[in-house]
């Protein structure tokens, strides 16, 4: 998701439908996972 970032930033019209897509529907999941993880551990 980081390089995601890049490149949207820097070669925006390389920035493919797919590509949001996948950010979407696999990489934002894994991250709410992971900050809900982050959350219970911080109560």
Known sequence: MAG????V???YFGVTL???WR???SDLI???????????ELK
């Open 23 to 25: 950010v979407a529907t």
């Open 4 to 7: 995601m970032r890049e490149v």
């Open 30 to 40: 894994l991250l709410k996972e992971k900050m809900s993880t982050i959350i219970d």
């Open 18 to 20: 797919g590509m949001i």
């Open 9 to 11: 930033i820097h070669q």
